[in-house]
């Protein structure tokens, strides 16, 4: 139980174990107008109310979000043989718009991690299997504390593309891209839409 504060143990640490966000990109070097995904994770085995406090701008990209930032979709990932509830900040497809090195804006997190101090001779549902069995959860003092995170700084290096062989028609599209159309019926009536 990772909300249960036993004698000894220390409460920023427990947090910086159970409590943090991440940022995945599918790839950290492209060409201008490559599309790539970023997403923005936070990770959890507290019990915790979090606040997105700043949101990513994600300048210098062209930016598609994935996600709708008021629904909270979240899953549960393993890490390093734990279980975590993975709640998705932000995750958009970016199209570099120039070339160098562009630094990702960090997302900041307003986080009340609540807990219950648990003294020497107190049940903290640890005890014998009977103990458990009849415990309605731990004995103690419950407490919140207040703590707020930002994600580590991560760069994208934008490659210009290259100008040798370039087509002369060229318009900048970089990527594989697939187009298909069709109609449900060949025929139609005077006004009618097909």
């Known amino acids: 139980m990772e909300d249960v504060i036993k004698p000894g143990e220390n409460v920023e640490d427990k947090i910086k174990k159970n409590l943090f966000i991440k940022v995945e990109l599918s790839k950290k070097d492209c060409y201008v107008g490559e599309p790539i995904m970023v ?5 959890s085995r507290l019990r915790s109310e979090s606040r997105v406090t700043k949101f990513p701008s994600l300048n210098g990209f062209s930016v598609y ?10 899953s549960v990932e393993k890490v390093n043989g734990k279980n975590f509830t993975v709640h998705v900040i932000r995750k958009a497809q970016l199209i570099a718009l120039q070339s160098g090195d ?66 002369p028609d060229f ?11 069709s109609v449900d019926s060949k025929e139609i009536d005077t006004g009618d839409a097909a």
């Open 171 to 181: 318009s900048g599209a970089v990527g594989r891209f697939s187009i298909q159309a």
């Open 65 to 74: 979000d994935m996600t709708d930032p008021g629904k909270d979709q979240s």
């Open 39 to 43: 997403t923005y994770k936070l990770y």
């Open 102 to 167: 562009i630094p990702l804006d960090p997302v900041e997190i307003d986080n009340t991690i609540y807990f219950v101090k648990v003294d020497k001779g107190q049940s903290s549902g640890t005890g014998s299997l009977l103990d458990r069995f009849f415990d309605q959860g731990p004995q103690g003092t419950p407490f919140s504390q207040h703590v707020s995170l930002d994600s580590k700084p991560v760069t994208v290096h934008v490659k210009p593309l290259p100008e040798a062989q370039k087509p």
